[in-house]
């Protein structure tokens, strides 16, 4: 007979009972197996809820952690997290909607697509019962008499407000010091970009010579070529002692030469960060593979320090290499873009905290620290030190004296930056029987961190409130936004940190810094139902192959005549419900811009191209506000859907707008190389000039349409032509008039413009102006209000169409210091036209509020790839792309809504 059996048996029996009575002995909680048997509640149930599995009991089980927890976390953690949540990931979190968006919670002045992204956190952090916590600003500066002179964020407030303002012409720069939660750069990736897109970039900032862990986020790092660095961290057993200051990692050669590459893309200024030492080294630099200085890294004297060696970069600069040559040690390289705007450096160290940031040289620390010259600097540490406590390897009192020092090290290093103090984050811990409870001394921690930054005259940021408070580990591991460690968030939950810390600081920052103009300039589209009821039906039935026809007539300015953003919403709606043909293209010179819609103008001969904007009033105008006047022997070209492909047998309609006259020559007009037989005289002789539209049938997809005046009479005058598809689908006018105003069109002979439209057959109307409105120091705005609501009531009438109000972009002007500043009359043009689209039934689209409103302008013309045009009034190609599809995000967002059933959604959906 076996024992085996037997004996195994009383092995586990001998187990359990051991297991029993240790966890109910009065032994420390560290060494008691099952801490939860010795709370309050009976035994029996306990013991049940140990001995049979979930399922059985009708929980539902958490998804089990790791089986052994780190005070921080290795390589491999780093890289589940990396890899392990995205949107479509059932890990990835709860499925969420969108919320809406709350004033005052610091969501302003976000552009729709980062707007987008911000309410779907903000739903998620609802569904997790997460906080809006205000920053606790506490006293940097008291006055004689004790009251408080000046708060922990007041350096900051001031560097962005200077920036908001356009009266600084430096960088603000953020130092952001942490642990692991900040070496993945998921937290502080979502405050970088949210920070650069309100106030500016101003550049990468400062990047490690090579990854710090083999595996998990490449980011925050150069390239290195090999392997032939040493890296030394202050978290090592052996910490490089007397060398390294807050940046925390140093790289050393000492051999064959070692090389490490960094991209340039958004940088124009470079600056070394290494360590000069007695023994002879030097670093070459190269740009874009070509050699442009040497750096030698020798110290002037014996004793060695921190040094800074700026880098010389090419005007278009894209990669730049570093190679070492001798002993050299290298600690990091800045990267910035040169321009006002914020930079977001970040320093995690995996298992930091204060004590190992004190390890820091302290001559290194200050001089790294002052030489970066930042406005704020912040301290994320903490959640190693409640590990640390749990496991009575520190005690309270030393986390105190460590935080204190660090603190006061900052302040000592730079006195006139902003300092703020961050919580550990909640965390939990897997017993030896599988529980999962919560990790102790967080809130401990918490306590001590806030009453030092208190103290300190730092500001503080409750991490662990914002989070949910104690427990809310375990809730987000059950949501799949922990990892199974239980320490570390997945990238979802590091980019809901991130997010409301964001949030802390915009708020802090709009208590100070109130908007420069009066109103609300509201995000999304407003008035969808009922103003859009009507093509949002058509669109549907279009949609569910219905063979019909949808109009979509854009009148406006510049934005609309530029034509980029018009060929992006048109390409979005063509391409879900049809094409129906590129619609009207207005006389007049070759442009460049109709190229993507391969469509082409030609004049040739004597002609004189005549606009709208201050003509007489009452004037005979084509749609966009132009006409095409030529004078014998004069010949005019339109050509649509050149090298277009298919459609060889689709029939369609071409229509050629003219204006016919008493004296007006009857010019010869060519279809495809076809001339067209002239038209039977009026029966009555004309009187006075007359809008003349001549239809022509055509089959296949490109057409041209020549008109020629001939010799020997007078003159003729072409307005415009277009070319439709007699297959169901969209069509997208651009009707825009370069320096126009609502004033402009209320001005055009209101039967010619009438007549037109009604031509085009629009089921909606889509009027965007505005922008040159704003630059009118005198503008009337109650006159606007009063004729544009006319206009558009008016166009509405002759069509029978619905409308859509598009508001004026951000508008800016520089003074004679050269700074930008509003235009005049910004303000009013942004209160004035949400009401002329109430009067007029009309839904409502601020371009400015998708740009990310306050000083949007000035942002976009800083991006690395501008966005707004030089002039503060335009935006380029890319900047227009953009906007479009915000402005189809949004259309489609509310079209969808009315889909379901339910109420269209104001709420911005973003851009691709």
Known sequence: MSLKPTSTGWTLAFTVLLTVGLSLAPLPEKFRPLPSLRQEGSLGPKLVALALPASLRGVKAPRPPADTMAPDAPPSALAEADTAATDTDPKAGPQVGEAPAVPGIGLEELSAPTLATALELEALRERMGAKHVDIELNCRKSRADGTCEEDGLAPLMRALGDLRSDARRTPVRVVHLGDSLIASDYITDVVRDRLQERFGSGGPGFLYIHRLASAGRATRAGTASTDGWKMERLVDTHWPKDRVGWTGVAFSTNGPAQSTRYSLEGTREAELYFLAQAASGSVQVSVDGKNTQRIQTRAFGPKSEAAFARLKLPEGAKTLTLTTSGKTELHGVALESGTPGVVYDTVGLLGGMAEVYLRAQPAAFRAQLRHRKPSLVVLMVGGNEAFFLSRERTTVDEVRTQMKELVSRVRTAVPDAACLVMSPI????????????????????????????????????????????????????????????????????????????????????????????????????????????????????????????????????????????????????TKRFGDAGRGFIAAGKPSSRLEAAHVSRTLDGPWTVEDAKGATPGGLWGLTGIRAVGAPGASLGISFCEDCEGRKDTPGRLDLYALDAPDAAAPTIRVDGEEIAPEAPPPEPLTKPTVRIRSFPVTGAAHTVQVTVPEGGGSATVLGASLEYDTPGLVYDALGLPGATAFTARDMDAAAMDEQFK???????????????????????????????????????????????????????????????????????????????????????????????????????????????????????????VLANAFVKDLMAAYESTKKGGEPTASAAGAP
């Open 759 to 881: 031509a085009r057959r629009p089921d909606l109307l889509v009027f965007w102006y505005g922008t040159n409105e704003a630059e009118l120091p005198g503008l009337d705005a109650e006159a606007l209000r009063q004729d544009y609501a006319a206009l558009v009531t008016r166009l509405r009438k002759a069509t029978g169409a619905e409308c859509l109000l598009i508001g004026p972009t951000d508008r800016m002007q520089q003074d004679a210091d050269g700074r930008w500043t509003e235009a005049p009359a910004l303000g009013r043009v942004l209160t004035t036209l949400p009401r002329v689209a109430k009067d007029a039934g009309c839904a409502y689209w601020s371009a400015r509020a998708a740009m990310g409103g306050e000083r949007s302008m000035q942002r976009w013309q800083r991006q690395p790839e501008p966005l707004g045009h030089a002039d503060g009034v335009h935006l380029t190609q890319a900047g227009y792309t």
């Open 426 to 573: 909640d965390a939990g811990v897997r017993t030896m029987s599988g529980e999962l409870v919560t990790r102790r001394h967080s809130a401990e921690v918490t306590e001590v961190f806030r009453e030092e930054a208190r103290r300190g005259g730092c500001a503080f940021y409750d991490t662990l409130a914002a989070m949910g408070g104690e427990g809310s580990a375990l809730k987000w591991l059950e949501s799949g936004l922990m990892l199974e460690d239980l320490v570390h968030p997945r990238v979802r939950g590091s980019n809901l940190l991130g997010h409301l810390f964001d949030l802390s600081l915009q708020r802090a920052f709009a208590r100070t810094h109130p908007p420069r103009l009066p109103g609300t300039d509201t995000t999304g589209l407003q008035n969808a139902a009922p103003a859009l009821n009507r093509t949002f039906e058509a669109l549907a039935r279009r949609e569910s192959g219905a063979k019909l026809r949808v109009g979509i007539a854009q009148v406006g300015a510049s934005h609309t005549a530029a034509h980029f953003f018009s060929d992006t919403v048109r390409a979005a709606l």
